[in-house]
């Protein structure tokens, strides 16, 4: 069994920042790509950021530049630093994580989710 638990959700104020951390754990052998999702009120679940498990970054054109993804492997997290937050980035953030389990099964799983709001 494997879980993803997000934290670092919160209220804040137009342009100041935020760090999300997503944290995996159970049988896991090895971890893929990890990615950031967020669903705005109202709307569709949309991709923040990704990145691979040899680094390589990617990232929605409404946050580059603001937003970094990185990881830990050794303690299979995945993180979002979140600079010159604005209003729009208001949302539930979630996490996911391409998985092989320690029985080479290939897994994808999602968090519970962290709301982030950014309001004056």
């Known amino acids: 069994q494997v879980q993803l638990v997000e934290s670092g959700g919160s209220l804040v104020q137009p342009g100041e920042s935020l760090r999300l951390s997503c944290a995996a754990s159970g049988s896991i052998f090895r971890i893929n790509d990890m990615v950031w999702y967020r669903q705005p009120p109202g709307k569709p679940r949309e991709l923040v950021a990704s990145v691979t498990n040899s680094g390589s970054t990617n990232y929605a054109g409404s946050v580059k530049g603001r937003f970094t993804i990185s990881r830990d492997d050794a303690k299979n997290t995945v993180f979002l630093q979140m600079d010159s937050l604005k209003p729009e980035d208001t949302a539930v953030y979630y996490c996911?994580?391409?998985?092989?389990?320690?029985?080479?099964?290939?897994?994808?799983?999602w968090g519970q989710g962290t709301q982030v709001t950014v309001s004056s």
């Open positions: 996911y994580a391409d998985i092989n389990t320690r029985w080479n099964i290939r897994e994808g799983h």
